[in-house]
């Protein structure tokens, strides 16, 4: 059985920074492509980052490159997401996510993503 836990979550001003973290379990994860998504009150959820089975390669949606950093621990089964230079629009609900396919190249489509996370609330005030 796969689970996937995210913590770190909170409520943070403009400007600052959170850092987010995955625990996985139930599965070996260095041969999964693993991945973040987040969803705002009243939007669709939508692609954040996502990292590839060595972590060597990351992707990113434009509004957050730059700012927020996906790393992965294959060691630990854990996923991180670092969140810098928060802005009121990346309030959401975060998610973390896990692909079972084995693709090499990390996708940044929802429905390719296997297991989800319950989700971490992160509010950034203005």
């Known amino acids: 059985q796969v689970q996937l836990v995210e913590s770190g979550g909170g409520l943070v001003q403009t400007g600052g920074s959170l850092r987010l973290s995955c625990a996985a379990s139930?599965?070996?994860?260095?041969?999964?492509?693993m991945g973040w998504f987040r969803q705002a009150p009243g939007k669709e959820r939508e692609f954040v980052a996502a990292?590839?089975?060595?972590?060597?390669?990351?992707y990113y949606a434009d509004s957050v490159k730059g700012r927020f950093t996906i790393s992965r621990d294959n060691a630990k089964n854990t996923v991180s997401l670092q969140m810098n230079s928060l802005k009121p629009e990346d309030t959401a609900v975060y998610y973390c996510?896990?692909?079972?396919?084995?693709?090499?190249?990390?996708?940044?489509?929802?429905?390719?993503?296997?297991?989800w996370g319950q989700g971490t609330q992160v509010t950034v005030s203005s």
């Open positions: 990292i590839s089975r060595s972590g060597d390669n990351t």
């Open positions: 139930g599965r070996t994860f260095n041969t999964y492509v």
């Open positions: 996510a896990v692909d079972l396919s084995r693709r090499i190249r990390a996708s940044m489509v929802q429905s390719e993503y296997d297991y």
